[in-house]
């Protein structure tokens, strides 16, 4: 494992804890909306759509109505597939367009999948991908939610900064519309305006709330636009976990490579160079026995230590791999094997009412095992606890150690490995380790039962 303890006891400045340098601000957030950088994105995204939407709207509508009345004709498809094809780069515009105003990083969908090159198999391939009516769904839905988010805009925009900056520009209306101010009221008989000082203070106090609520009512309704453009213009769930599979794959495949290495080069530094050791001084005593039994006697003591100690190199390298003990005894009694030899006391706790599936139990025997190792080593601890329990469908587990702390997943260490490791088979590992400690980390696992042996 990588010094994760002995490299992270101070914390960044996006910790958020005393003393980091992360920007505080004095205004809440209610007050600061308004003049926000993120308020102004919005509000362009917003005033935006509705341009934008129109010409989606039309180029879609006609481009696909073109080619379903070609359709009796050879050339439909062709026209269909090209409008198709436009909608998904008009997806790719959007894509863009709220990455840059709402901040919003949606993944590119699934390229097309062509097993051969062709104009015929690039327009089957359009005509078939998901991707493809999706973005021309997306063009058709935005154009009313784009209408009627730009209406709620714009006038709740200008009624809130019209409303807050009365105060300027009442005067406009006795000296060029021939009344006393805005009108409140009116009848036959009887007007109202709002004329007098505390009138036109109250008005301003009204048009300051709708300012300081508009920022707000525009973030909602880019939520809508948030929502269409991950749910229809990124990748399709099902696109997102063959993606997540293939990486897991690989992930699987080099972790087994890697494995596969360490234990040749244990084997061939370790136990075999001490094999062939030992071979050599066997021969040699073999050939003292008759003129020097008594240094052929030596030797031979000298081989016996030699392989008790191959022996115990041979039963801690099968230990790494898969100890006898977790096939035969299970969880409780390999974990507390493997806390007996931390350099701290240990105490474990395992409720289970049965095994988990053997590919399981030894990827969580693996991972308390990593992290007491990270513990002896790096967290100068005094005490570490280990706890394993099934929740419903996982199987939870939980390292504490009341040591320095620090502790973090930084590209390259130990924990980025182990972290890899367990989303290889949909697990998580979750690091709570504020500098002074204590550490406690938790790494969740499917649960699946030990009948899939």
């Not at 101010?181 to 009138?199: A, K, S």
């Amino acid at each position: 494992m990588a010094t994760e303890y002995g490299q992270g006891y101070g914390l960044d400045s996006g910790s958020g804890f005393p003393g980091s340098t992360e920007r505080r601000h004095r205004l809440p957030a209610a007050l600061r909306a308004p003049v926000e950088g993120r308020t102004w994105r919005e509000l362009g995204y917003v005033l935006l759509s509705l341009p934008i939407s129109i010409l989606l709207f039309t180029y879609a509508v006609t481009m696909v109505s073109l080619g379903a009345g070609l359709l009796v004709t050879f050339l439909g498809i062709p026209v269909l597939a090209g409008a198709l094809a436009g909608c998904r780069g008009i997806g790719a515009l959007e894509r863009a367009r709220a990455r840059a105003l709402l901040d919003l990083d949606v993944a590119e969908p699934e390229p097309l999948r062509m097993k051969r090159q062709g104009a015929l198999a690039w327009t089957g391939a359009v005509l078939k991908s998901g991707t493809s009516w999706r973005a021309l769904l997306y063009s058709v839905l935005h154009l009313p939610w784009a209408v009627f988010s730009f209406v709620v805009t714009v006038n709740v925009w200008a009624l809130g900064w019209g409303l807050l900056s009365y105060p300027l520009w009442f005067w406009v209306f006795p000296a060029y519309a021939g009344q006393d101010g805005i009108q409140l009221y009116g009848d036959e008989t009887h007007r109202v305006y709002l004329d007098n000082p505390f009138e036109i203070t109250v008005t301003a106090l009204v048009g300051l709330l709708f300012t300081i609520a508009t920022p707000w009512i525009v973030r909602a309704l880019t939520m809508v636009d948030r929502l269409l453009v991950h749910g229809l213009l990124g990748p399709s769930r099902l696109a997102s976990r063959v993606v997540e599979l293939e990486s897991d794959r690989g992930v699987v495949v080099d972790t087994a490579a890697a494995d596969l290495r360490r234990i040749e080069r244990d084997l061939h530094d370790g136990a075999q160079a001490r094999l062939v050791a030992l071979a050599m001084d066997l021969g040699l005593a073999k050939e003292k026995l008759q003129e020097d039994p008594e240094a052929a006697q030596r030797m031979v003591d000298e081989a016996h230590g030699e392989v008790k100690t191959a022996l115990q190199e041979l039963r801690d390298l099968a230990r790494g791999i898969h100890p006898a003990v977790l096939t035969d005894r299970g969880l409780d009694a390999a974990l507390s094997s493997v806390a007996s030899r931390c350099t701290v006391p240990v105490q474990v706790e395992v409720d289970l009412a049965e095994r988990p599936a053997p590919a399981i139990e030894g990827i969580a025997y693996f991972t308390v095992s990593e992290l007491l190792q990270n513990i002896s080593k790096h967290a100068r601890a005094t005490w570490a606890g280990v706890e394993v329990w099934r929740t419903e469908n996982r199987l939870m587990l939980q390292v504490v150690d009341n040591g320095v702390g620090g502790a973090e997943v930084a590209p390259g260490s130990g924990l980025a490995g182990l972290a890899e490791r367990l989303d290889a088979v949909d697990g998580i590992l979750v690091i709570d380790s504020p500098a002074g400690g204590p550490t406690r980390v938790t790494a969740e696992l499917p649960w699946r039962g030990e009948h899939v042996r």
